[in-house]
Nanobody
Framework: QVQLVESGGGLVQPGGSLRLSCATS????????MTWVRQAPGKGLERISG????????VYVDSVKGRFTISRDNAKKTLYLQMNSLKPEDTAVYYC??????RGQGTQVTVSS
C-alpha cells in the first residue's frame, strides 16, 4: 500500500521558518521523482519544487526560489522541504507527491502575525 505522510506544518510568523517532512512507504522511493505541491485557500494545486531520484536535479517555482530548499534521504525514504523567510502568501496545505501522482493527506502551513 502506497503511503505518503507529511508532517512539520504549523503556525509561524512572517519571516519564520519551518521544515516539512514526507515519510513514504509502499513504493520504491529511490526510483521516484518527488514533488512538493501546495494548495492555498480557494486556489488550485501549485507544484512548487521537484527533485529527481538521486537529488541531482532540482527545480523551484519562482515564488519560492531562494527561500525554500527541497532535499531527500533515499535511505530513510523521506522527502524534505526547508522553508525560510516565510510570507503570508505561503499559507497553504502542503503535499508531497510521487511520480505516479499519489499524494499524502497534507500538512497545513499558516503564516500570520
Amino acid at each position: 500500500q502506497v503511503q505518503l505522510v507529511e508532517s512539520g506544518g504549523g503556525l509561524v510568523q512572517p519571516g519564520g521558518s519551518l521544515r516539512l517532512s514526507c515519510a513514504t512507504s509502499g513504493f520504491t522511493f529511490s526510483n521516484h521523482y518527488m514533488t512538493w505541491v501546495r494548495q492555498a485557500p480557494g486556489k488550485g494545486l501549485e507544484r512548487i519544487s521537484g527533485v529527481d531520484s538521486e537529488g541531482g536535479r532540482i527545480v523551484y517555482v519562482d515564488s519560492v526560489k531562494g527561500r525554500f530548499t527541497i532535499s531527500r534521504d533515499n535511505a530513510k525514504k523521506t522527502l524534505y522541504l526547508q522553508m525560510n523567510s516565510l510570507k503570508p502568501e505561503d499559507t497553504a496545505v502542503y503535499y508531497c507527491e510521487n511520480q505516479d501522482g499519489t499524494r499524502g493527506q497534507g500538512t497545513q502551513v499558516t503564516v500570520s502575525s
